[in-house]
């Protein structure tokens, strides 16, 4: 990761393609680590509070 931000960050004419695939490698590893970490808990639990309260509801 730091590896890519300074290739991102660096200013030089030959770094012009790999600063934007750096970009692109940063981008994806931050919406991946927030969606596993965050969104994907959230979704779970609100499934799991609905299924029982269908289970409640059915008895």
Do not use: D, H, N
Not at 17 to 22: H, K
């Amino acid at each position: 990761m730091f590896a890519t931000v300074r290739r991102a960050l660096s200013g030089s004419t030959t770094s012009l393609i790999s600063g934007g695939l750096a970009v692109t490698v940063i981008g994806g590893l931050f919406t991946s680590t927030l969606l596993t970490l965050i969104v994907l808990p959230v979704i779970y639990e609100l499934a799991w509070k609905k299924r029982k309260v269908k289970e409640v509801e059915t008895f």
